[in-house]
């Protein structure tokens, strides 16, 4: 009985993981002005815990997704940013900075589709 518990759990845990990862697949776009440097536009999408797609048309890099949280870097005219980011539904709110601290930029954004 504990031995099917355990593969229940699992599973769960499993299919949990593959639910919050694709909360993260389409396309955003920002609600709002966005601050100079900041991301307009996102296109992303996830398999398993890695994360990949478009930041304004270039490709990101080192993407993972965890539950609704979802990091990634980007380089943005010859300047590399790390962005984080927190979903809560359809709203995406990215942190990015540049990989010293400096510049930091908050967008948020709403899923299209």
């Known amino acids: ?12 845990l499993a299919a949990a993981c593959v639910f919050a990862a694709a909360v993260a697949d389409g396309t955003w776009t ?3 002005q966005v601050p100079a440097g900041g991301i307009s536009t996102l296109v992303l999408a996830s398999s398993g815990t890695t994360l990949s797609g ?3 048309g270039v490709q990101i890099t080192a993407g993972k997704i965890q539950n609704t949280a979802v990091w990634f870097t980007v380089v943005k005219n010859s300047k590399t940013y790390n962005c984080k980011g927190q979903i809560s539904g359809t709203t995406l709110t990215i942190y990015q900075s540049l990989t010293d601290g400096s510049q930091p930029v908050s967008v948020t954004l709403g899923k299209t589709n």
């Open 1 to 12: 009985m504990k031995r099917i518990s355990t593969m229940l759990a699992a599973l769960f």
């Open 30 to 32: 920002a609600q709002g």
């Open 54 to 56: 478009t930041a304004d």
